[in-house]
């Protein structure tokens, strides 16, 4: 259920989608592809207030695992999943000189170019539960061309 990423990168890295659930990054399918809503400056600075207040009222040491609530858990179980693939890459460090990525799956390889991959979300939960058939990734352009038939059965990323 491991996802690598090598080829022509300063660092190989190994992406595990399995736990991307509790990843603050992970988007709702659904919503992935909805317009971004615009925060006005006022709405930034109330939500940034709010955060510092939550950071300075808890105890000197904050707990390291944070419990999920009835509800969370719940809400984590009824969704779809996305992740953003971009700051995987920027972690593999691309070099200069990169030109395209090939996904090996279990259908062949596909082909795209290196801003392709960029601007790519990952599947990786379907209902809350980890893509078992034809996984353990699926490929979906940002904008949504391939939204009903995304690349299945990634098992490495290689870049050329």
């Known amino acids: 259920m491991i996802v690598p990423i090598l080829g022509n990168v300063a660092y190989s890295i190994?992406?595990?989608p399995t736990v991307w659930i509790f990843d603050d990054r992970k988007i709702i399918l659904e919503?992935?592809?909805?317009?971004?809503n615009k925060m006005t400056k006022h709405d930034e600075l109330k939500e940034?207030?709010?955060?510092?207040?939550r950071a300075t009222s808890r105890q000197a040491k904050p707990p390291v695992n944070k419990s999920l609530s009835r509800h969370e858990r719940e809400n984590i179980?009824?969704?779809?999943y996305v992740m953003p693939i971009d700051d995987f890459l920027n972690h593999a460090e691309i070099k200069e000189g990169a030109t395209n990525a090939t996904l090996l799956t279990e259908?062949?390889?596909v082909?795209?170019?290196i801003?392709?991959?960029?601007?790519s979300y990952l599947v990786f939960a379907i209902e809350g539960k980890p893509l078992t058939e034809d996984g353990p990734v699926y490929l979906l352009y940002k904008d949504g061309s391939n939204k009903d038939n995304p690349i299945k059965g990634i098992k490495k990323i290689r870049i050329n």
């Open 48 to 53: 940034a207030a709010e955060r510092w207040e």
């Open 14 to 16: 190994t992406m595990d």
């Open 111 to 113: 082909t795209l170019s």
């Open 115 to 119: 801003a392709q991959l960029y601007n």
């Open 77 to 80: 179980l009824q969704y779809s």
């Open 107 to 109: 259908h062949g390889d």
């Open 31 to 36: 919503e992935a592809f909805q317009p971004v």
